[in-house]
């Protein structure tokens, strides 16, 4: 309302001067001065000479007078303008009631945004120290994972040592009992059964032999090839020969000659070496076979025959005598 009252009386003045500016004289057309008194000598400020000076001096004083008016219309609606946006200003305590909180509210913020990125700082630093363990613990582990396989290697090879010391103990326990049992009554390094005395040449120095000249070799010691006529002697040899671990790779080299050979007038029929018949033999199945009518002699074995069923007492084959074996010997023990 008070801007629409201000700008009528800005222009009530503006029609007011401009009335003024066209009523000071009285112009006329015929050319004369507006004003010729006698009496007075007054010059009209407006000097018509002709037509069109009048018309010219006529308009630039409407425009300046309408200039004039519009000048002042816009400095009076810059003040009006002015004095509505001071009383909408507000004040200070209208600004501090207003944004007090949230300024309170942001410096709040701050604080907690400087708090996480110092926390921020130091969980980055504590990961870059876990990280350092972390690959300080794995050098550990890799380096005691490596220890560990070379305790459980050393840990094998000390089993399979112990396995052998266990069998060697085995063995020297079997011979001591056998030394205790057969004292005074056998040769050294030969085994008793019931009054016989067996050989068994396993050492690596003594050359593997055909059947004649392994029987040779126990014929010099006072022996002869071993006979094996009875369950007990078969199980006795047995249980030795597996006791011994002899072995040299090919099955059919692992055995051992014995006092048995085929008779040369009577094919199929096997005799021992004191002259008696074979009666009751232990020959793995399939056996003996004669293969290519060269296979004459018999010997035992500490493997079992690769086309037979295992059977611990089935454990002789026919061979040709002039395969290289070991050999087993017997005699008779002395009195005790």
Same mark, same amino acid.
């Given at each position: 309302?008070?801007?629409?009252?201000?700008?009528?009386?800005?222009?009530?003045?503006?029609?007011?001067?401009?009335?003024?500016?066209?009523?000071?004289?009285?112009?006329?057309?015929?050319?004369?001065?507006?004003?010729?008194?006698?009496?007075?000598?007054?010059?009209?400020?407006?000097?018509?000479?002709?037509?069109?000076?009048?018309?010219?001096?006529?308009?630039?004083?409407?425009?300046?007078?309408?200039?004039?008016?519009?000048?002042?219309?816009?400095?009076?609606?810059?003040?009006?303008?002015?004095?509505?946006?001071?009383?909408?200003?507000?004040?200070?305590?209208?600004?501090?009631?207003?944004?007090?909180?949230?300024?309170?509210?942001?410096?709040?913020?701050?604080?907690?945004?400087?708090?996480?990125?110092?926390?921020?700082?130091?969980?980055?630093?504590?990961?870059?120290?876990?990280?350092?363990?972390?690959?300080?613990?794995?050098?550990?582990?890799?380096?005691?994972?490596?220890?560990? &396989? =070379?305790?459980?290697? @050393? /840990?094998?090879?000390?089993?399979?040592?112990? $396995?052998?010391?266990?069998?060697?103990?085995? %063995?020297?326990?079997?011979?001591?009992?056998?030394?205790?049992?057969?004292?005074?009554?056998?040769?050294?390094?030969?085994?008793?059964?019931?009054?016989?005395?067996?050989?068994?040449?396993?050492?690596?120095?003594?050359?593997?032999?055909?059947?004649?000249?392994?029987?040779?070799?126990?014929?010099?010691?006072?022996?002869?090839?071993?006979?094996?006529?009875?369950?007990?002697?078969?199980?006795?040899?047995?249980?030795?020969?597996?006791?011994?671990?002899?072995?040299? &790779? =090919?099955?059919?080299? @692992? /055995?051992?000659?014995?006092?048995?050979?085929? $008779?040369?007038?009577?094919?199929?029929?096997? %005799?021992?070496?004191?002259?008696?018949?074979?009666?009751?033999?232990?020959?793995?199945?399939?056996?003996?076979?004669?293969?290519?009518?060269?296979?004459?002699?018999?010997?035992?074995?500490?493997?079992?025959?690769?086309?037979?069923?295992?059977?611990?007492?089935?454990?002789?084959?026919?061979?040709?005598?002039?395969?290289?074996?070991?050999?087993?010997?017997?005699?008779?023990?002395?009195?005790?």
């Amino acid at each position: 309302m008070e801007n629409s009252d201000i700008s009528d009386n800005v222009l009530k003045g503006f029609k007011g001067t401009y009335n003024e500016l066209i009523c000071q004289d009285d112009f006329s057309t015929d050319g004369h001065p507006l004003h010729n008194r006698q009496d007075q000598q007054q010059v009209s400020i407006f000097m018509v000479r002709d037509g069109q000076s009048f018309q010219f001096y006529r308009l630039v004083a409407v425009s300046l007078g309408m200039l004039s008016a519009l000048l002042l219309v816009v400095d009076i609606g810059l003040g009006v303008q002015l004095m509505l946006g001071l009383s909408l200003v507000p004040t200070d305590s209208k600004v501090s009631e207003k944004y007090g909180p949230l300024y309170q509210n942001l410096t709040h913020i701050s604080s907690e945004l400087e708090q996480l990125r110092a926390t921020h700082s130091n969980m980055i630093h504590a990961k870059e120290e876990a990280l350092t363990l972390l690959q300080k613990e794995l050098q550990n582990v890799y380096k005691t994972s490596g220890q560990l &396989g =070379s305790a459980k290697h @050393t /840990g094998m090879e000390l089993q399979r040592q112990v $396995e052998s010391l266990q069998g060697q103990k085995v %063995a020297l326990q079997s011979s001591v009992t056998e030394f205790v049992e057969s004292c005074g009554r056998c040769l050294p390094g030969w085994k008793l059964l019931n009054s016989v005395c067996y050989y068994f040449p396993l050492s690596n120095s003594i050359p593997l032999k055909t059947w004649d000249r392994s029987r040779d070799s126990c014929i010099k010691k006072g022996a002869d090839l071993a006979i094996i006529n009875s369950e007990e002697k078969q199980e006795f040899i047995n249980k030795a020969i597996q006791a011994l671990r002899y072995s040299s &790779g =090919s099955w059919h080299l @692992t /055995g051992f000659w014995i006092g048995l050979k085929e $008779e040369e007038d009577k094919e199929g029929t096997w %005799a021992w070496l004191d002259g008696t018949e074979l009666t009751q033999g232990y020959w793995a199945d399939g056996e003996p076979n004669d293969d290519m009518n060269n296979e004459d002699c018999a010997a035992i074995y500490s493997k079992n025959h690769p086309k037979a069923t295992w059977d611990a007492m089935k454990t002789w084959n026919d061979a040709p005598c002039r395969y290289a074996l070991k050999w087993i010997c017997e005699m008779k023990a002395k009195a005790a």
